[in-house]
């Protein structure tokens, strides 16, 4: 063997590590923006059911909230009604004097219990942005793993490997026209 | 003799490269079943756990109802007691009746605090809480997939894999209707 038959070997040797490398790391790269694809995915089913249960219970809490006040307001008219029947002349003056006494008090003191409703509304909201933005995190991922690979395969040396496998560039994330105008906000 | 051993080295290396790529694409296809089943995992707390919440909120609801409507009643029923009881009788109580009014009126008035919203406010954690988890499960499952399907296509692994029938496996795809964005004006108003 001359030394000229050893810096061939050598160079074989080389030639196919980098082969070995470039097209491994090639494989892994279509399948990680196949991943971070499909993770978009998970993020909008969570979107799906999360929001639906979380508007559910915001529902819920609001109808409860409603019949208690609704409660409150019912009897106190009819407590108002009852005193309004009242026989002012068949009284005599101290009990007129009672009365408009009562209705003054119950008119200072007349407090309603606190709505509580704007917690769990605000519980929802913060959910809504939450969720949202872990959508455009995963959205922006995916773009980058696209970009990576694209990159890749665009690139000189490993653009000829890409080629000989028929490894192609991948789209990245577009909302359409329709979705990007919508501000949402009405 | 020299070429002997070298063929022998050869076959040895490449029966160990061979046994240790086949291993771990056994490996990886393992913590693929592990991520899927870990889903069910979560949904199956999901299922459990919500129920029981949501069991919870709804006897709270009652007591809180009930409550209320105990408040109610004692108010009116102090109303028409002083509406029943006659001239003369109201007349000789009246000091103390006014001083006892304005007392009752002031503390009657305090409801009692709406306290329901609380375990709403619980239950939508624990909603967000599971869904989010179920959300980590499922992308734990996608890395899972990855590195199978990475494995398996890979050198040397593309070979074992096509001689010991390893098959790629699938992410998870879910159909169009349940990744469908939420309209919340429709869903408050059914």
């Not at chain 2, 009752?104 to 624990?126: I, S």
């Not at chain 2, 990475?150 to 010991?164: E, H, L, T």
Request: positive net charge.
């Amino acid at each position: 063997m001359t030394a000229v038959d050893i810096l061939l070997i050598v160079l074989g040797v080389v030639a196919l590590v980098w082969c070995y490398m470039v097209f491994n790391n090639l494989v892994m790269l279509r399948h990680n923006a196949a991943q971070a694809w499909a993770n978009v995915d998970v993020l909008l089913r969570q979107r799906h059911d999360e929001l639906q249960k979380l508007v559910a219970v915001c529902a819920r809490y609001m109808q409860h909230e409603r019949s208690l006040i609704e409660r409150v307001a019912t009897a106190r008219g009819a407590l108002a009604a009852a005193r309004e029947r009242k026989d002012m002349r068949a009284l005599g003056p101290l009990d007129r004097s009672l009365a408009s006494d009562v209705s003054q008090l119950n008119a200072l003191a007349e407090g309603y219990p606190a709505l509580k409703a704007d917690a769990n509304f605000l519980q929802l909201q913060r959910r809504i942005a939450e969720i949202e933005t872990a959508i455009a995190d995963r959205r922006e991922f995916f773009n980058a793993t696209v970009t990576i690979n694209n990159t890749q395969i665009r690139q000189f040396p490993s653009l000829l490997f890409a080629r000989a496998f028929g490894m192609r560039e991948l789209p990245r994330f577009s909302a359409g026209p329709a979705t990007s105008a919508r501000d949402g906000v009405r | 003799m020299f070429v002997g051993l070298g063929v022998v080295a050869a076959i040895v290396i490449v029966f160990f490269w061979y046994v240790s790529t086949q291993n771990r694409l056994v490996a990886v296809r393992e913590n693929v079943a592990q991520a899927w089943s870990n889903i069910d995992v979560l949904l199956k707390q999901r299922h459990d756990e919500l129920q029981k919440l949501v069991d919870t909120c709804r006897q709270y609801m009652k007591y809180e109802q009930e409550t209320f409507d105990k408040v109610l009643e004692a108010r009116a029923s102090i109303f028409g007691a002083r509406r029943s009881s006659d001239p003369a009788a109201l007349g000789k109580a009246e000091s103390e009746l006014r001083g006892r009014l304005g007392k009752l009126f002031a503390l009657a008035e305090n409801y009692p605090d709406l306290k329901a919203n609380q375990t709403f406010l619980l239950l939508q954690q624990r909603i967000s809480g599971l869904e989010t988890g179920i959300s980590d499960r499922r992308e734990l499952y996608n890395a899972a997939v990855n590195a199978n399907n990475v494995a398996i296509d890979q050198f040397p692994g593309n070979v074992v894999a096509s001689i010991g029938g390893f098959k790629s496996a699938k992410l998870l795809e879910f159909d169009a209707a349940s990744t469908a964005d939420v309209d919340i004006k429709a869903l408050f108003n059914t």
